[in-house]
């Protein structure tokens, strides 16, 4: 039953005296927690948060159907549904070992979570749908934010005694679409933020505290930037690891890493075919991601946030006139 349909049968429950309450009952305290934590959740926007609001089988669905469509693209060599669902980078084999919360957290970066905040809900209405419930609530929204008050539509499952709320159909329309390819996925945020990088240096540190218009500028991707990239990207094609972390990582980044360190790099990359085809794709979202320059433009920073790699920007530094990688 769509949601449209759903919402007009429950108003009319709701509205119409005349109406017989055939299917149409009081809410309970624990389906009115239920819902009040999903719309809770919704409305912080943390992924994490909805997650644990939804009921686990839900959850669990949703991973069987994505990951079983994903192997069926594969099957035809395709991988358009894996790169709008999880970004170039995330490889079939990483995407299945995802858990169905880490799985939902990964899709959810490219959903539009919102919600109105609200200080008090109260229930309205409840109908049975088969092994739903639909409930019908009326939130009040804080005082700054007006005296309209808002209704609510959010459907539950039942959960041992308690109940959980089933993924929000808007979701679920959301992650079809971009299954379907109905719509692109949302655009990351611009490369200022540097959220999640895992490392900063001092310079950053320094940089930070300069005007914005010379902290950072907006910019291409020059010949140099690109030659290094198409080299770097040749390298690893050709397994030529020891090359690849010699020639084109920073001499800053090299100093930080010991002996050991370093060999432990060279050595993964040249055992794991993955761990290559996950640099060759860093290195391929970046020729086409467009940078942030800093320092006097000695320092170009990339957002890759949403691209299915480990880690949401990508660093260049130019020293002596060459460009290297430098996070």
Not at 23 to 42: C, M, N, V
Not at 111 to 123: A, F, I, S
Not at 205 to 216: D, F, L, Q, R, V
Request: a positive charge; one cysteine or more.
């Amino acid at each position: 039953m769509h949601l449209s349909i759903i919402k007009s049968l429950l108003m009319i429950a709701v509205l119409m005296t005349s109406v017989v309450p055939v299917s149409a009952e009081s809410i309970s305290g624990s389906q009115e927690r239920a819902a009040a934590e999903l719309l809770a959740a919704i409305s912080s926007g943390d992924a994490q948060t909805v997650a644990f609001a939804v009921h686990p089988a839900e959850l669990d669905r949703l991973r069987i159907m994505v990951v079983q469509r994903l192997r069926e693209e594969a099957a035809r060599g395709e991988s358009g549904i894996r790169t709008r669902l999880f970004g170039d980078a995330m490889l079939m084999g990483d995407i299945e070992r995802l858990t169905s919360v880490n799985l939902f957290r990964t899709i959810a970066r490219r959903l539009n979570l919102q919600m109105r905040t609200y200080d008090k809900l109260d229930g309205l209405t409840a109908v049975r749908d088969g092994k739903f419930v639909h409930v019908v609530l009326k939130g009040r929204q804080p005082r700054d934010r007006g005296r309209v008050e808002v209704v609510e539509l959010v459907t539950l499952v039942p959960y041992g005694k308690e109940w959980k709320a089933a993924i929000p159909l808007e979701l679920e329309a959301q992650i079809d679409d971009l299954i379907a390819g109905r719509r692109p996925p949302p655009a990351v945020p611009s490369a200022g933020s540097g959220a999640g990088s895992g490392s900063s240096s001092s310079s950053d540190k320094s940089g930070a505290t300069m005007p914005p218009a010379a902290a950072s500028a907006p910019g291409r991707n020059t010949p140099e930037i690109l030659s290094l990239l198409e080299q770097a990207e040749k390298t690893l094609v050709e397994g030529r690891c020891d090359r690849y972390y010699r020639d084109f990582l920073s001499p800053e980044l090299r100093r930080t890493l010991s002996g050991r360190s370093f060999d432990a790099l060279v050595t993964a990359c040249n055992r794991s075919i993955a761990t290559r085809e996950l640099l060759i794709a860093a290195l391929r979202i970046v020729r086409r991601t467009t940078p942030i320059f800093e320092k006097g433009g000695r320092r170009a920073v990339y957002d890759v946030e949403g691209q299915g790699l480990p880690y949401d920007r990508y660093v260049l530094e130019r020293i002596d006139g060459r460009w290297f990688i430098a996070e």
